[in-house]
């Protein structure tokens, strides 16, 4: 396995050994004891599934507050996304910033996403599923969102047209958001 830090503290691209064939392939997308010998220590406790038809499709940036926060292990098992996490943890010295990362069902990369940071993704290419564990269940009273095209970010997505959900058009810039996260 091989852990790669990304330029935000935390946020980690997770590549687990893939072996291949004239089959296909086979790889451990987690296996709690080596991912905790690498220093991954989550107690996942619900996996997510969700599929988007269209390229372009963006979901977030989604968060919940705590005592409900949530650290995500996702990847894209169809497809492939575009994927990314942004600091909201108030202190921090990259708080504001983000990464983008490409997760597809070629490269079987997958991005740990901790908690204090906001998360979503816009897919690459129609017919996208993505996967993702996170350590703790949700909870609708504590789910939150930063509007995804919020000037003070610039997030430089892969699309200029997009297919969001109602919920995620109407989500306030990181200055107004609501965010118990300190570092």
């Not at 089959?23 to 989550?42: D, L, M, N, Q, V």
């Not at 292990?73 to 996490?85: E, K, M, Q, S, W």
């Not at 949700?138 to 969102?145: L, P, V």
């Not at 430089?156 to 109602?166: E, Y």
Request: net charge neutral; proline share 4%; charged share 20%.
């Amino acid at each position: 396995m091989n852990i790669i830090q990304t330029k935000l503290e935390g946020v980690l691209i997770v590549e687990t050994d893939v072996f291949g064939d004239h089959r296909g392939f086979f790889t451990e997308c987690y296996c709690k004891p080596k991912f905790e010998a690498a220093g991954i220590a989550h107690d996942f406790v619900q996996d997510n599934h969700s599929y988007s038809a269209e390229a372009g499709t963006l979901r977030g940036l989604h968060y919940q507050l705590a005592p409900y926060a949530q650290t995500k292990l996702v990847r894209a098992i169809a497809g492939a996304i575009y994927d990314v996490a942004v600091d909201i943890r108030k202190g921090s010295a990259t708080y504001g910033k983000w990464v983008g990362v490409i997760l597809s069902e070629s490269n079987k990369r997958q991005l740990l996403v901790p908690k204090g940071f906001a998360h979503g993704f816009c897919t690459l290419t129609p017919h996208t599923q993505v996967m993702y564990k996170v350590d703790q269940i949700y909870s609708k009273d504590h789910d939150r969102g930063i509007l995804w095209s919020d000037p003070s970010l610039a997030i430089d997505w892969p699309a200029t047209k997009v297919v969001l959900s109602d919920k995620d058009k109407t989500h306030p810039p990181l200055s107004d958001a609501d965010n118990n996260f300190r570092v």
